[in-house]
């Protein structure tokens, strides 16, 4: 079973206005942190923002938010008044336990700025 | 922040030879590194866990001797594809976290794009 799922292959959003790309995830464990990347066309991956399992309050950072509901093992990311510069690759990952051990992606998802 | 850093960017070789991709954790020691592959449109899928100063251990599927991981230092992991072939074409990327805890993220380099011809 796929551990971390994002079901929109490509998605479009007018400039200055907000979007939604959606995540979610399967874990029997109860510590899990869950990242989002962002991969422009050049290959980077850019790390945006996390939400631990125990956190309480929903992740933000700058025009980044995670709206984490943990009954429904979501963690959507919204991205407020999107900007050209935001088309790219949106990648929704999670990490099972508390030791160093690597991520799981989902799919991703290609977002497309629109003028 | 931290900064992985990845060598070279971009490869073309004739098939059976090998290459070498170099990561470097720039400002903190990582005493583990990842290693991921992506095919185009496609997302990353774990290849190896690069332990220092013991065996690096692969996913299954992938062939350990085919990709070989060296972790000599704190701050220095290699990936040499031996043998390439065209369908080892592909994006390599590398990764370490910074700081232990659970919610750490990783920081990725820039990848290594390799063709094989």
């Known amino acids: 079973a796929q551990k971390i799922t994002q079901t929109q292959p490509g998605m479009f959003v007018q400039e200055k206005e907000a979007v939604t790309l959606d995540c979610t995830y399967d874990?029997?464990?109860?510590?899990?942190?869950l990242f989002w990347y962002k991969q422009p066309s050049s290959g980077e991956m850019i790390f945006l923002i996390y939400?631990?399992?125990?956190?309480?309050q929903n992740a933000t950072e700058g025009r980044y938010s995670l709206n984490f509901q943990k009954a429904r093992k979501s963690a959507n990311l919204v991205i407020s008044a999107s900007q050209l510069g935001d088309s790219a690759m949106y990648f929704c990952a999670m990490r099972e336990g508390t030791g160093n051990t690597p991520l799981v992606f989902g799919k991703g998802t290609r977002l497309s700025v629109i003028a | 922040g931290a900064v992985v850093s990845q060598h070279p960017s971009r490869v073309i070789c004739k098939s059976g030879t090998s290459v070498k991709i170099e990561c470097r954790s720039l400002d903190f020691q990582a005493t583990t590194m990842f290693w991921y592959r992506q095919f185009p449109k496609k997302s990353l899928m774990l290849m190896a866990t690069?332990?220092?100063?013991?065996?690096?251990?692969?996913e299954q599927g992938v062939e350990k001797d085919k990709f070989l991981i060296n972790h000599a230092s704190l701050t220095l992991s290699t990936l040499t594809v031996t043998s390439a072939h065209p369908e080892d074409s592909s994006f390599y990327i590398c990764?370490?976290?910074?700081?232990?805890?659970?919610?750490?993220?990783?920081?990725f380099g820039n990848g290594t794009r390799l063709t094989v011809t």
């Open positions: 990764s370490a976290r910074e700081r232990q805890g659970a919610y750490s993220p990783l920081h």
């Open positions: 690069s332990n220092e100063g013991s065996k690096a251990t692969y």
């Open positions: 939400q631990g399992s125990y956190d309480q």
């Open positions: 874990t029997s464990d109860p510590s899990y942190g």
